[in-house]
DNA sequence: CACCATTGGTCAAATACATTGACCTTTATG
DNA sequence: CATAAAGGTCAATGTATTTGACCAATGGTG
């Protein structure tokens, strides 16, 4: 019982590893063609579904330091895909949003992805999404920055 | 409709992004207590799976390049975590294994992620649990690396 | 209103990481 | 036995991330 157990978690750490990656390889190659990298993809992303964000409210959904996110953020900038404008309310505060471009890389690059899990949901049904969605809530929500979102 | 579904497919990239997140959290701890990385983990987690396996079933498992490879491991073996001894069969080929200490390790790694999960699949129910596997599965079968397991 | 801690954000140097491309060794093939 | 191919290594380069210092605007407090 105790080795079959252990064999089903193993199964499951497999079942994670190979997943993301491959929830990722479609964007990670779209991305290589400009030069960009995974996080440009997450910036892209948070900023499309939140326009107007600051920087900080980024950090906490991007959870990575403030520094790492700075050069990748620049280049964004110096391409033309993302803008940043002052706050109104507080001048040290940068609200950040997509330019007609950025949003077009950041749609063909989720399009990708929802395409492959869209086509995964219908194939495997409501049931098993239902499910999936469930673990995977109670999953993120271990998430050691949960707090902060 | 459409726009529903976006937000539905959106939601399952956010599940992604930060359950991976969650699931990886806790054994990066424990790793950079030593100065270790993800990669590490990595490879003891599929040396403790498949003692003896070679450089290169490794890298097929891992989907890392050879060079990217080598650097992590030599500092496993520096370490004394993991010996290679050359094959019997083919002198090129180092058969690669874990020693104690490189075991205790990858069980702690591997423990912390087992207890994750088996707490979350025994609150989601076996339902949750036969749902996300066949999702994570039909994932996993998308990754570019399939057909060199 | 002057002071100072706090928050939001940036920059540059050091360090770690992956990539590239050359290389060595052993084995299989004609 | 020559040569190609497979298994693996190494060193140099380029690219990220981290570390730690820094600037600017704001909010309190006496």
Not at 27 to 42: F, Q, S, T, Y
Not at 87 to 114: I, P
Request: net charge positive; charged share 25%; aromatic share 6%.
């Amino acid at each position: 019982m105790s080795k079959k157990n252990e064999a089903r978690l193993n199964s499951a750490l497999e079942l994670l590893f190979y997943g993301y990656r491959a929830f990722t390889a479609l964007p990670d190659e779209i991305l290589a063609e400009r030069k960009l990298a995974r996080v440009h993809h997450r910036i892209l992303y948070f900023v499309a579904r939140d326009p107007g964000l600051s920087v900080n409210k980024l950090l906490s959904r991007l959870c990575v330091s403030k520094q790492a996110l700075n050069a990748p953020l620049r280049e964004l900038q110096e391409r033309g895909l993302v803008i940043s404008v002052a706050s109104e309310q507080d001048r040290r505060v940068k609200c950040l949003n997509l330019t007609e471009e950025g949003m077009a890389l950041e749609a063909q690059l989720s399009a990708s992805q929802h395409k492959l899990l869209s086509s995964i949901f219908n194939i495997c049904g409501p049931e098993a999404e239902t499910g999936w969605r469930m673990v995977m809530t109670a999953l993120a929500n271990n998430s050691p920055d949960k707090l902060q979102r």
